[in-house]
């Protein structure tokens, strides 16, 4: 596969990290696990397994859970650990229910999120154990869902620049699997605490502000300041009455210099041996990323291609060339990299496609489809159409009696031969004939031509007169003053297209 166009992109190495940030964390199926202490010292786990899931968040987007780990080029893996902390072998999750072990002397039960060697993300469950058995007592409630809360994001980066900058915070709690709106008290109402008091200003141009949206609650720093604010900013979650404490880190960096440009994605079979390779280092004007083996890697380390230097190869593990690039290295902030693009797992929000001008030829947004310009080809559609205007389009091709032709449009015009085609099985089609009154000549005949045997044409609306032969209507063709409708028919369970004609009103009688 050969990439035919080169995209520029320009980076910027130092940054504010924008909206779009990527984020995962594990979820457990609950908070603790109740072990009953019995004589022999094994106990019976209540519930007597545990789960966890991956959740994932696009910037501001509702988390959604994702279950395709691997897919997300990650891993779990859990252990279980020992009142004297020694730990179980770590074993691969990869869904599904994990067995409580049933010794009083295994405490917990961890689950480690990792993205290659780098670990993103623990949750524990802990294993608490029962005083001795007592009166039995009237049944329970069923145990309440985990509570977890996630702060996105959890660090504010700051550019100390001088230039006015707004971010939000959202601030999102979970009941297992359901997230609970703000301040809804018949679901707990759920509330965040202040960050100061008086006017709101933290320190050094560092004010804040909140609001709510779509039910989320978000912090809101503003930030004009020149000096550095590495700061801890601590604030609490309330939920039933109860309080989780919380908090958001503050961190100021200075404008980053101009970075290289993205250089690619292009193939590497279309890069010649010696091509120079940039990883965009001090001095360099690139950052090369290449197609290989319908994965993308990006140049780490500047080289020359040779023949056996292809990422994976053994040259490139022993020199470190290439690195398995990053999907959110190849998207920048809602704006898609490419002038053209295949994509085969598109998940977005809204698609808009505008002309030079800046408006919208075609949306898909909140459900709904509109496109205002366009051409569809061998389409069908289930369900009604509505349209302000129907234009049928002209059959341009020469229809003669000594050479009749197949129809590409909805009407002939002027026409004495037609080729007649089968349609598919349980449809129907209209095609109307217009041969006007053009002169005081005599007027030709209309030569109907089935296409294939399995085509009958009737004179009539009758499919009894139907036959697997040219039909002649007679002074029906050019110059005949004569508008016609011709109906096929393909009726289910049938080998055959049965072809019927109609003579329509010919024109205002007095």
Same mark, same amino acid.
């Given at each position: 596969?050969?990439?035919?166009?080169?995209?520029?992109?320009?980076?910027?190495?130092?940054?504010?990290?924008?909206?779009?940030?990527?984020?995962?964390?594990?979820?457990?199926?609950?908070?603790?696990?109740?072990?009953?202490?019995?004589?022999? /010292?094994?106990?019976?786990?209540?519930?007597?397994?545990?789960?966890?899931?991956?959740?994932?968040?696009?910037?501001?987007?509702?988390?959604?859970?994702?279950?395709?780990?691997?897919?997300?080029?990650?891993?779990?893996?859990?252990?279980?650990?020992?009142?004297?902390?020694?730990?179980?072998?770590?074993?691969?999750?990869?869904?599904?229910?994990?067995?409580?072990?049933?010794?009083?002397?295994?405490?917990?039960?961890?689950?480690?999120?990792?993205?290659?060697?780098?670990?993103?993300?623990?949750?524990?469950?802990?294993?608490?154990?029962?005083?001795?058995? *007592?009166?039995?007592?009237?049944?329970?409630?069923?145990?309440?869902?985990?509570?977890?809360?996630?702060?996105?994001?959890?660090?504010?980066?700051?550019?100390?620049?001088?230039?006015?900058?707004?971010?939000?915070?959202?601030?999102?709690?979970?009941?297992?699997?359901?997230?609970?709106?703000?301040?809804?008290?018949?679901?707990?109402?759920?509330?965040?605490?202040?960050?100061?008091? /008086?006017?709101?200003?933290?320190?050094?141009?560092?004010?804040?502000?909140?609001?709510?949206?779509?039910?989320?609650?978000?912090?809101?720093?503003?930030?004009?300041?020149?000096?550095?604010?590495?700061?801890?900013?601590?604030?609490?979650?309330?939920?039933?009455?109860?309080?989780?404490?919380?908090?958001?880190?503050?961190?100021?960096?200075?404008?980053?210099?101009?970075?290289?440009?993205?250089?690619?994605?292009?193939?590497?079979?279309?890069?010649?041996?010696?091509?120079?390779?940039?990883?965009?280092?001090? *001095?360099?004007?690139?950052?090369?990323?290449?197609?290989? /083996?319908?994965?993308?890697?990006?140049?780490?380390?500047?080289?020359?291609?040779?023949?056996?230097?292809?990422?994976?190869?053994?040259?490139?593990?022993?020199?470190?060339?290439?690195?398995?690039?990053?999907?959110?290295?190849?998207?920048?902030?809602?704006?898609?990299?490419?002038?053209?693009?295949?994509?085969?797992?598109?998940?977005?929000?809204?698609?808009?496609?505008?002309?030079?001008?800046?408006?919208?030829?075609?949306?898909?947004?909140?459900?709904?489809?509109?496109?205002?310009?366009?051409?569809?080809?061998?389409?069908?559609?289930?369900?009604?159409?509505?349209?302000?205007?129907?234009?049928?389009?002209?059959?341009?091709?020469?229809?003669?009696?000594?050479?009749?032709?197949?129809?590409?449009?909805?009407?002939?015009?002027?026409?004495?031969?037609?080729?007649?085609?089968?349609?598919?099985? /349980?449809?129907?089609?209209?095609?109307?004939?217009?041969?006007?009154?053009?002169?005081?000549?005599?007027?030709?005949?209309?030569?109907?031509?089935?296409?294939?045997?399995?085509?009958?044409?009737?004179?009539?609306?009758?499919?009894?007169?139907?036959?697997?032969?040219?039909?002649?209507?007679?002074?029906?063709?050019?110059?005949?003053?004569?508008?016609?409708?011709?109906? *096929?028919?393909?009726?289910?369970?049938?080998?055959?297209?049965?072809?019927?004609?109609?003579?329509?009103?010919? *024109?205002?009688?007095?």
């Amino acid at each position: 596969m050969g990439v035919k166009a080169t995209r520029i992109v320009k980076f910027i190495r130092k940054g504010d990290k924008g909206n779009d940030a990527v984020r995962y964390w594990l979820i457990p199926s609950v908070s603790s696990v109740s072990m009953a202490n019995i004589e022999n /010292g094994d106990g019976r786990p209540t519930p007597s397994s545990v789960s966890c899931r991956l959740v994932k968040q696009v910037g501001d987007d509702t988390p959604t859970t994702i279950t395709n780990v691997s897919g997300a080029g990650l891993t779990i893996s859990y252990t279980v650990k020992r009142n004297d902390n020694a730990l179980q072998r770590v074993i691969s999750y990869t869904g599904g229910n994990v067995n409580v072990p049933t010794n009083t002397a295994c405490r917990a039960i961890e689950f480690y999120l990792y993205r290659g060697s780098e670990l993103i993300d623990t949750a524990t469950i802990a294993i608490v154990c029962d005083g001795e058995q *007592g009166e039995p007592g009237t049944p329970g409630q069923d145990g309440e869902d985990a509570i977890s809360i996630k702060v996105s994001p959890q660090t504010v980066v700051l550019k100390r620049n001088g230039k006015p900058q707004l971010i939000k915070v959202f601030v999102d709690l979970f009941k297992g699997e359901t997230q609970i709106p703000y301040s809804d008290v018949s679901q707990g109402n759920m509330l965040c605490s202040t960050l100061t008091s /008086g006017n709101r200003p933290i320190t050094g141009g560092l004010m804040w502000n909140f609001g709510t949206e779509n039910g989320r609650f978000y912090y809101s720093f503003a930030y004009t300041g020149t000096t550095d604010i590495n700061k801890e900013i601590p604030f609490t979650v309330t939920y039933n009455d109860k309080q989780y404490p919380e908090k958001i880190m503050t961190q100021t960096v200075a404008d980053g210099d101009r970075g290289p440009a993205l250089r690619g994605p292009q193939a590497w079979s279309d890069c010649e041996t010696g091509y120079a390779f940039q990883c965009g280092s001090e *001095g360099e004007a690139w950052k090369d990323v290449v197609l290989y /083996g319908n994965n993308y890697y990006s140049c780490v380390k500047s080289h020359a291609k040779t023949a056996d230097n292809y990422p994976r190869s053994p040259a490139d593990q022993s020199n470190g060339y290439w690195q398995l690039a990053d999907k959110i290295e190849l998207v920048a902030t809602k704006i898609l990299l490419a002038s053209y693009a295949l994509v085969k797992n598109l998940g977005v929000e809204c698609i808009d496609m505008r002309d030079a001008a800046g408006n919208i030829l075609f949306q898909a947004k909140d459900g709904n489809v509109t496109c205002k310009t366009g051409t569809f080809e061998n389409i069908k559609v289930s369900g009604d159409i509505t349209a302000e205007y129907l234009n049928l389009k002209l059959s341009t091709t020469e229809h003669s009696q000594t050479a009749p032709a197949p129809a590409n449009g909805s009407i002939c015009v002027r026409a004495s031969g037609i080729i007649l085609p089968e349609l598919p099985e /349980g449809t129907a089609r209209s095609m109307r004939v217009l041969n006007p009154l053009l002169s005081r000549a005599t007027p030709s005949n209309l030569v109907l031509k089935p296409a294939t045997s399995n085509v009958l044409i009737s004179k009539s609306l009758s499919e009894l007169e139907a036959v697997s032969a040219n039909v002649t209507l007679i002074g029906c063709g050019y110059n005949g003053n004569k508008y016609l409708e011709l109906i *096929g028919v393909h009726h289910t369970n049938s080998q055959d297209t049965v072809w019927l004609t109609s003579e329509m009103n010919n *024109g205002i009688t007095e």
